[in-house]
């Protein structure tokens, strides 16, 4: 449950409660960790305060039974400031302290957990103090469980708020506490499964009594599971809305309004329902972890079997080296040896790859391979042995369907400009506006003529073009001409133009 309730927590939050762990990154973090342990010893025989010289006492009746606990001669006060600058403890000045003058000036603190920072201490207790050998997946717990919502029915049925409020708070509690044996102990079978691979006798050791343990759950989990289902909802039976509101009103939480109880109690009690109770075919969670563990059975199964066939056989992993140890001491020489070890774990000679420098006329023949600079060499090379080529022309994508619409695009244009030039020959270049086709066949003539023209005599006679059976006759002329075309007119001063059928390319 508090986890869950820690996903409410803002980044800044969450940076202030990992404040709280700062002591086991310090230095002398063990003598942090013992500190707080005297206080913890105060606060057990109700010394909810302590100043230094009574943590300094607790210490020293620490050291006595535990060795490594320290006693620092100095520095404990400061050393308590820190926990306070951390929120671990909180730091009050008590003036009644002081006997004379002076103490009262030197300051006398006294110290005592907060609230967050004895969670935080007792978080680190917790992990230092887990062990792996006590987890288990508790088979006695579902009729506690059973007997709990059997309970719970009947005190909602009879309007005993206080007794559903004791009911719900114990299943919350088993809940909780179901989920984190389940998931502890699977992660631990798994662990145990992987290192036993490599210690079978610590396996088979424990063998038996793992496999009853997970056998007995499972039958326990399918005998209870059924009436845990039909306890559920007869519980839901008497009345959930009743039920939840009772639980809110005896619930003694003083800083959570009543709406805030009745909504944190509704979500623990979908996490019961969860467990036991099916709905839409759905598993539920008791059934997964029936499956689970059932799965955890067949796989310890399975091992146990592998480990008795090998030891029956004789033939493991172990064995297979002290064999191969024995085979390689009794080779003739050391080239069997080498021979047999190379066969036995697949292991070849080096291959030398003989290649030269770039520019070897800049490194001396005196120079050791080991200080000579290095070759570069290609992948094919070291891969197979054979040098880099860039092999033989690979043959011309030859592309039929483009090839023969570019074709039919030529095919087209050049009946386009037949066209054109048959128009221009029939109707003339003058009182019209010739189109694109037209005046591109028209500049390509009168280029033609253009280039074929001479001068005679001081002067610029006629010239003539030809092209797709039209010519072009430049006629020299005083008032010039101008043709007309979508692009603008074309003025032709000095020429006038004449068009007529004639031979051409």
Do not use: C
Request: no cysteine; charged share 30%; net charge neutral.
């Amino acid at each position: 449950m508090a986890e869950r309730r820690a996903l409410d927590l803002d980044a800044l939050a969450v940076s202030d409660r990992f404040q709280l762990f700062n002591f086991t990154r310090r230095d002398d973090h063990i003598t942090y960790l013992w500190i707080l342990r005297a206080l913890d010893r105060l606060r057990e025989v109700h010394q909810v305060q302590a100043g230094a010289e009574d943590v300094a006492t607790a210490l020293r009746e620490l050291s006595a039974s535990h060795p490594g606990a320290p006693v620092p001669e100095h520095g404990l006060r400061h050393r308590l400031d820190e926990l306070s600058a951390d929120g671990v403890v909180h730091r009050f000045d008590d003036a009644s302290r002081a006997g004379d003058l002076a103490s009262y000036r030197n300051r006398q603190s006294v110290y005592q957990f907060s609230e967050l920072g004895y969670w935080a201490y007792r978080a680190v207790e917790n992990v230092l103090g887990a062990r792996v050998e006590d987890v288990n997946l508790s088979r006695l717990v579902f009729s506690d469980v059973l007997e709990d919502l059997t309970a719970l029915a009947e005190a909602n049925r009879t309007g005993q708020t206080e007794s559903v409020y004791r009911r719900l708070s114990r299943l919350d509690s088993v809940m909780e506490d179901m989920g984190r044996r389940s998931a502890q102990f699977h992660v631990t079978l798994g662990e145990i499964l992987r290192s036993t691979q490599a210690s079978p006798e610590v396996f088979l050791r424990h063998k038996n009594a793992l496999l009853v343990h997970m056998s007995d759950f499972m039958a326990e989990l399918d005998r209870y599971l059924p009436r845990l289902d039909q306890a559920v909802h007869d519980v839901e039976g008497t009345g959930l809305a009743t039920l939840l509101s009772r639980a809110a009103e005896a619930d003694e939480r003083l800083f959570m309004a009543r709406d805030e109880r009745v909504e944190d109690w509704r979500r623990r009690w979908r996490a019961v329902r969860g467990w036991f109770a099916s709905e839409g075919g759905a598993p539920t969670r008791a059934a997964e972890l029936g499956a689970a563990t059932r799965s955890a059975v067949s796989g310890v199964i399975a091992l146990l079997r592998q480990l008795t066939e090998a030891q029956r056989g004789g033939v493991n992993r172990s064995t297979q080296l002290r064999h191969l140890a024995e085979w390689v001491f009794n080779t003739p020489d050391d080239g069997a040896a080498h021979a047999l070890m190379g066969a036995a774990f697949n292991v070849r000679s080096a291959r030398h790859l003989g290649t030269a420098h770039e520019d070897d006329e800049q490194i001396p023949p005196t120079t050791t391979w080991w200080d000579a600079p290095g070759v570069e060499l290609s992948v094919t090379l070291f891969r197979s042995d054979r040098a880099p080529s860039t092999g033989v022309p690979k043959p011309v994508k030859r592309n039929a369907g483009a090839r023969s619409a570019l074709r039919r695009q030529q095919a087209q244009d050049r009946a386009a400009e037949r066209v054109a030039a048959a128009r221009l020959a029939d109707e003339g270049a003058h009182d019209r506006v010739l189109d694109e086709a037209d005046t591109r066949i028209l500049l390509r003539l009168v280029t033609k003529a253009l280039e074929s023209r001479s001068v005679v005599a001081g002067r610029l006679g006629s010239a003539t073009g030809a092209d797709g059976g039209t010519a072009v006759r430049l006629v020299p002329s005083d008032r010039g001409s101008s043709v007309r075309t979508s692009r603008g007119t074309l003025h032709l001063p000095g020429f006038r133009l004449e068009l007529a059928t004639g031979k051409g390319k």
